[in-house]
């Protein structure tokens, strides 16, 4: 190993084409978030944030613990220097029943190594969501057209809901609808001026480059805007505002996991992620298959590794590009509205724009169809109509015919209820 370029010491790892000590790889990482920090919401001495974790429905749940530890050390790391202010954290984990019991261990061995006492969680089972079966309806999207009707499916738990939609790339997108909009609902119901989000360069990339080839280029911006707002309904305001950061934007995947070893982090990790988390460390110095199945990967997981093998072999840069042309997006001007499915701005009117580009039914020779045919008799097309967003029209066309949401309407004051009673464990200190 050559020496650290920074101080002369050994490197012990080489990143970015640089060799790094260790002290001096934490350091270059720690740097890279002092901007985010600096310009969070102070009130009161108090820097009150949230930080979500959300589990993907894949055999990558690590790839979230593994950030949000990082940035939980980071963010431990810089409240002992802040000056007459300091951090309280909240961890929000998105779980399903099932997936509950691994999270309590992990509080208690972060508050043991840490000894920081300003950090509360929460875990909120995602049936929340659903709330209760009368809210949901039914979905379809036949011919460019979404319509919607009550639903008639029953669902006993989050698990039998999600898995009742049958291809796993939409589930995927839904599950980042549902994880996108309760983060947003829980941050106005307990008042956080402050979301951080734990997403690495490498799963901002993904979420780019898979936004733009299935048609979700417009919620980039959204995404990414670092104020967000929630429309509400009986609030004054009518809209609840909050800074969103994502402070591990610049730093890479390869270096979340030098970062971790580096630290001994992997302690913190429940013993199944720690499993998961060894079988890929294995396969970074190629001894061990890959993980992915390409054949039953979803389209998140594909782009992901992608942009993972790109990092290993010396590619980066184009990691780090995705993520900054993605970061230039602007949401478009003009009147927009909220698409009733996955809550991200969109100009009305995508089914009359689709027909005015598609062609949707064949044409045969000499025999034009009448142009309502197909529309009348279609006993799919029951149900009222609705307007969704380009994005939404073309993912949920394969969700299957049980697909149900609960349509959104602005959020109001009785969701506190509502939500309260999904919080599994409040464990707060106070
Ligand atoms: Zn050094
Ligand atoms: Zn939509």
């Given at each position: 190993m050559p020496t650290c370029q920074r101080c002369e010491e050994p490197a012990v790892l080489t990143s970015r084409k640089q060799p790094f000590c260790k002290d001096c790889f934490i350091k270059f990482i720690r740097g890279k978030q002092r901007k985010v920090v600096q310009s969070l919401n102070i009130k009161d001495k108090i820097v009150d944030v949230l930080v979500p974790i959300s589990f993907d429905l894949?055999?990558?749940?690590y790839v979230s613990f593994n950030n949000a530890i990082v940035l939980l050390d980071i963010l431990i790391n810089f409240s002992k220097s802040l000056y007459k202010s300091y951090f309280k954290i909240t961890m929000l984990f998105l779980v399903t029943a099932e997936s509950s019991a691994n999270i309590k261990s992990f509080y208690t061995t972060l508050k043991e190594r840490y000894q920081f006492t300003n950090i509360d969680i929460k875990i909120l089972d995602l049936m929340a969501f659903i709330?209760?079966?009368?809210s949901l309806y039914n979905i379809n999207v036949h011919n460019n057209r979404a319509t919607s009707f009550p639903s008639v499916h029953k669902f006993e738990s989050f698990e039998d809901y999600i898995s009742s939609i049958t291809n796993t790339s939409t589930r995927e997108d839904l599950l980042f609808n549902i994880h996108w909009t309760v983060i947003k609902i829980f941050a106005y119901l307990h008042n956080f001026p402050t979301v951080l989000y734990s997403n690495s360069m490498g799963n901002i990339a993904t979420k780019i480059l898979s936004n733009i080839v299935k048609g979700k280029g417009i919620e980039i911006s959204q995404i990414l805007e670092e104020s967000q707002t929630l429309e509400i309904a009986d609030d004054e305001k009518k809209q609840f505002s909050f800074q969103a950061f994502y402070p591990l934007k610049d730093v890479l995947n390869t270096e979340i996991f030098q970062y971790i070893k580096l630290l001994n982090l992997t302690d913190l990790l429940p013993s199944d992620l720690q499993r998961q988390y060894e079988i890929i460390n294995d396969e970074e110095t190629g001894s061990n298959n890959k993980i992915l199945n390409v054949k039953t990967a979803t389209l998140n997981q594909l782009i992901n590794e992608y942009f993972n093998d790109l990092e290993k072999n010396g590619y980066s840069t184009i990691v780090s590009t995705v993520v900054s042309t993605g970061s230039k997006l602007a949401i478009p001007k003009g009147e927009l509205k909220e698409c009733p499915l996955c809550g991200f701005k969109m100009p009305g009117g995508a089914s009359k724009w689709l027909d005015h580009i598609t062609v949707n039914s064949p044409c045969e020779d000499g025999e034009s169809p009448s142009p309502s045919s197909s529309e009348n008799h279609n006993p799919q097309l029951s149900g009222n109509p609705l307007d969704i967003c380009y994005g939404c029209l073309v993912s949920f066309d394969t969700a299957g015919e049980k697909f149900s949401w609960p349509i959104a309407e602005p959020v109001s004051m009785s969701e506190k209820e509502i939500l309260n009673e999904y919080i599994i464990s409040d464990d707060d200190d106070e």
């Open positions: 894949s055999n990558t749940s709330r209760n079966n009368e």
